[in-house]
């Protein structure tokens, strides 16, 4: 290959990697899994994924289990049904429940708002990293 065909061959490549990387920079983000906001709801919480999906309804594990649906609803791309799968094979009228019980409830307490907006960053965050 001669001076010039491999010059511009690299030339090519060059502008291939800068069009690569716009592109890349230009993708919308990849919204995070409803397992991800569980864990992260669970983790704030003090509790055990396990403990978030389990069938007991204490409240010190109904809320954060509501936090989780709404979050999933507001971050992820899925519907209420395979959030209701995905967070206890719940049907998703519970869902749709467990989200207006806690839209109510973060609309009453500021500190519970700010609790949820401080965890959808958190996810949102660890998605750029």
Known sequence: MSRAS??????????????????????????????????????????TRDDLLCARRARAVSLPRQAAMLLARRLTHHSLPAIGHAIGRRDHTTILYGIRRIEAAEQQDPALAARLAAIATRIRQERRA
């Not at 511009?8 to 906001?37: C, G, Y």
């Open 6 to 47: 491999t010059a511009l061959l690299h030339r090519r490549i060059a502008r291939l990697e800068r069009a690569i990387d716009t592109l890349r920079d230009q993708a919308p983000p990849v919204p995070p899994s409803i397992a991800r906001v569980v864990d992260a709801v669970a983790a704030d919480f003090g509790l």
